[in-house]
């Protein structure tokens, strides 16, 4: 293990996130809301700490292998959500935080998870609501990706780095160069934020509002600026764009690449993993929609339709927009909704979840062992966008499954020798491993009821969600140190 060139790349990456905290000194320069203190420290606090990490082997020209990017990805996740808790920690606005909770607040809003231990947004500066929307954005795409746009001009190669972070059956890229292929990505993020902040503003936010939101939106990550989320501001309008933007970015984004390129939309529809993609969210709707009505919440169709919608498209693409306190609805609609996050957005999206193409692989391969069942020498492929999968990468999916339950069921069993109670468990575990956001039970509202072991353990649950499980794993296993 090269422990060298590991260091001076979490460095070089900390010294270049540094940066990211220069808007938020222009915010609080406009609204002249006290913090331009707050920020510049955390710059200066950050900047020194990734020249710290990088200065001794600055001069380091070592190739890293795929070993050393899955301990980059993963130190730098966790290095990247310490130095993010310097704001939460300086700022007097929030009240008393403690770290636990600062570092929840930002290991929540790098991983796009959305859940938060404040419950006073109304009332906090505009630099400090800024931050935190600049979070999730940012994390919503990867900071890996956009490192290793970077990383090349600085001298480090980030080949390593793209296949510790990205996930998914295929890694196939956009364009021939892996950096082209980073900034091919974060144009696309980037326009659809624009187009995303656009249309809130032209449905009535304001430009603080429309701006956070559609980094929330894009990022898939559920943050807002207001305590009551969407609902906040009470409007079918905004409601129709967060709708619609939060499916786009459910949808993978070299789809996105291979729409823009052809100038067609054809291209979707030919895709296995987002036709079952769209007939699940259509499916979701319709279910929620209809026990609204046939339960009586509301006084007319209509709003039924809006409100069931919309929670549907936000928990099952594991944004975690709140229209309405879909908690206190019928029990089994939000345990629907809940359980739904975990087939969660299609791969290659800024969605959580376990990811749509390996339920309908699992699926498949369910179907596959019924056919085998009842004529056993049959021969039943399982294929995906009319291609045969091979029998090792179903392995992989049946592994990442295995992973997957071990990791909930211990989580959740940590989290109820803390106290809380089933519910509350089940539905946070499920929440923070999903990066979902909102829960039921004690964390249907925020966190901050949650003791500080537990938001530890959810922490930790976020950045498995964020990394897909096998990345923070393999860490643990003992061949990933053996030279």
Known sequence: MQL??????????????????????????IQNDGEIA???????????????????????????????????????????????????????????????????????GLTTTGATVIDNLDQLPKSILYYRQQLQWLGGMGIIVLAVAILPLLGVGGVELYHAESSGISKDRLTPKLRQTALMLWKIYIGLTIVCAL?????????????????????????????????????????????????????????????????????????SEFKAYAAIITAVIIIVVLLLIANNQYDSYLESIRHGAFQAISIATTTGFASQKFSSWVPVIPTILIIMSFVGACVG???????????????????????????????????????NLAERTL?????????????????????????????SAFSSTAASMNNL???????????????????????????????????????????????
């Not at 060139?5 to 220069?22: C, N, P």
């Not at 211990?410 to 989290?415: D, F, G, V, Y």
């Open 4 to 29: 060298s060139i590991v260091s001076k790349t979490i460095g070089l990456l900390l010294m270049i996130f540094s940066f990211t905290q220069l808007p938020p000194i222009l915010v609080s320069y």
């Open 38 to 108: 707050t920020f510049i420290t955390a710059f200066v606090f950050t900047f020194v700490g990734g020249l710290i990490f990088w200065f001794p082997y600055r001069q380091s020209r070592k190739d890293f292998k795929i070993r050393e990017g899955v301990l980059i990805v993963v130190c730098f996740w966790l290095v990247l959500s310490l130095f993010a808790t310097t704001p939460f920690l300086l700022t007097d606005s929030i009240g008393y935080l403690s770290f636990s909770s600062a570092f929840f607040e930002s290991m929540s």
């Open 199 to 271: 249309s809130y503003m032209l449905a009535g936010m304001d430009i603080f509002d429309a701006i956070g939101h559609s980094f929330s939106t894009v990022a898939i990550g559920g943050f807002s600026t207001h305590n009551e989320s969407i609902g906040y501001f009470n409007s079918c309008q905004i409601e129709i764009v967060a709708m619609i933007f939060m499916l786009l970015a459910g949808v993978n984004f070299s789809l996105h690449f291979v729409a823009w390129s052809n100038l067609s939309i054809n291209h979707y529809w030919k895709d």
């Open 349 to 387: 999206s800024t969605g959580g979840g376990i990811k749509v193409v390996r339920v309908l692989v699992m699926f498949r391969l369910g179907i596959r062992e019924i056919k085998k069942y009842i004529h056993p020498n049959a021969q039943v492929n399982v294929k995906l966008n009319h291609s």
């Open 395 to 423: 392995t992989s999916v049946l592994g990442f499954f295995s992973l997957y339950i071990i990791s909930f069921v211990l989580i959740l069993t940590l989290l109820m020798l803390t106290g809380m109670d089933q519910v």
């Open 437 to 483: 956001g909102p829960g039921l039970g004690s964390v249907a509202e925020n966190y901050s009821s949650v003791s500080d072991t537990a938001k530890w353990i959810l922490s930790i649950s976020m950045l498995i969600g964020r990394l897909e499980v096998l990345t923070l794993i393999a860490l643990f296993h003992k061949s990933f140190w053996r030279y």
